[in-house]
T-cell receptor, first 118, second 117 residues
Framework: GAVVSQHPSWVICKSGTSVKIECRSLDFQATTMFWYRQFPKQSLMLMATSNEGSKATYEQGVEKDKFLINHASLTLSTLTVTSAHPEDSSFYIC??????????????FGPGTRLTVL | QQQVKQSPQSLIVQKGGISIINCAYENTAFDYFPWYQQFPGKGPALLIAIRPDVSEKKEGRFTISFNKSAKQFSLHIMDSQPGDSATYFCAASRSTYSGAGSYQLTFGKGTKLSVIP
């Protein structure tokens, strides 16, 4: 149980295009999901908190117009990188907080999405 | 106030030995302390977690020791195996809603563990 999926697992795009990444909790509900970036050999950097039915909360320094987050249901959050540039190339990972049950409030991570912008 | 300090940065352990990773936190509002294991190119996987009402939690070869007064917690991997070679992250968060920042995990910088045969 407590499985989080991400799609796609990797994507290569041209500079200036937009890329959408999906994060799904497969066997539990999550009102709160989190989006992270991770650079090689570094820790996870929280980008934003995604709340079902309300606006995302962005961390300082993260452009909300560039990284659009939508949390349309209790099992799906999407991150859209708009007008991507090479500096946006990174490993993007989502996590989902368990809403109820025996593992309430625990967070489980997706497998990550490798974005490469040419 | 939000930092979690993790040490060592890297660790080499012989197969069968004990791996020990330490973390210290500052924010006394934190009440949930998970450890995550991450392999290259993969997302972090929840390994084990502890809450401050207990001083130790064991799951298989993995044990968390928690010292509330010292604001420290550690991960012990017994009988370390080459398959345990990965990067380990400690984290801390508030597990109840109390406004902005609730549930957000504050991560340590990670420890790269190498278990040699």
């Amino acid at each position: 149980g407590a499985v989080v999926s991400q799609h796609p697992s990797w994507v290569i795009c041209k500079s200036g295009t937009s890329v959408k990444i999906e994060c799904r909790s497969l066997d539990f509900q999550a009102t709160t999901m989190f989006w992270y970036r991770q650079f090689p050999k570094q820790s996870l950097m929280l980008m934003a908190t995604s709340n079902e039915g309300s606006k995302a909360t962005y961390e300082q320094g993260v452009e909300k117009d560039k990284f659009l987050i939508n949390h349309a249901s209790l099992t799906l959050s999407t991150l859209t990188v708009t007008s991507a540039h090479p500096e946006d190339s990174s490993f993007y990972i989502c996590s989902a907080r368990v809403l109820a049950g025996g593992r309430v409030n625990e967070q489980f991570f997706g497998p990550g999405t490798r974005l490469t912008v040419l | 106030q939000q930092q979690v300090k993790q040490s060592p940065q890297s660790l080499i352990v012989q197969k069968g030995g004990i791996s020990i990773i330490n973390c210290a936190y500052e924010n006394t509002a934190f009440d949930y302390f998970p450890w995550y294991q991450q392999f290259p190119g993969k997302g972090p996987a929840l390994l084990i977690a502890i809450r401050p009402d207990v001083s130790e939690k064991k799951e298989g070869r993995f044990t968390i020791s928690f010292n509330k007064s010292a604001k420290q917690f550690s991960l012990h991997i017994m009988d370390s195996q080459p398959g345990d070679s990965a990067t380990y992250f400690c984290a801390a968060s508030r597990s109840t809603y109390s406004g902005a920042g609730s549930y957000q995990l504050t991560f340590g910088k990670g420890t790269k563990l190498s278990v040699i045969p």
